[in-house]
């Protein structure tokens, strides 16, 4: 029996070679996110361009293979041995691409939290820290004369 193709002759197991592609690159972004240092922004913001136009091109062939496949859910099975050998062997692949791709956005999920709550901490200090320069200002001795401070001074 023939490999079922969309309109445009392409079979599943090419679309999911071209998904394979995707996440192998998707991959490669993570990698690279997951070594980056979190304070060049530039190069995060690169990385998580390149991992969104990846998910984009991974949905897209995802609804592809959908719709090759809506009309006959039984479509896999009515493939010869090897071509779903093959299929089997991709799917595998992604999996285990996803799979990593999961634990190092994981990783640097938890990363940019930590950062994030080290940050807050800081802000924080600062702002105590400043509270505290500033709360005696305003305030005068008993009976003294309230001359202007170079706050109450208009230009």
Known sequence: MMAQTSSHGTTVSELLDRKREAFAQFLTATRRLSRTDIDDL????????????CMDIIDHIDRRIGRITADDP????????DERDRIRTIIQEIDTAAREASTL???FE???SANRTKIRTQMKRL???RHRDFQGYGKRKTGEKA???FLDIRL
């Open 110 to 112: 938890n990363c940019l």
């Open 105 to 107: 956005s994981t990783e």
């Open 42 to 53: 530039t190069h995060v913001n690169t990385q998580l361009q390149r991992r969104n136009a």
């Open 127 to 129: 702002v105590r820290s």
């Open 74 to 81: 039984s479509y896999v099975s009515t493939l010869p041995p």
């Open 147 to 149: 001359g202007p401070r």
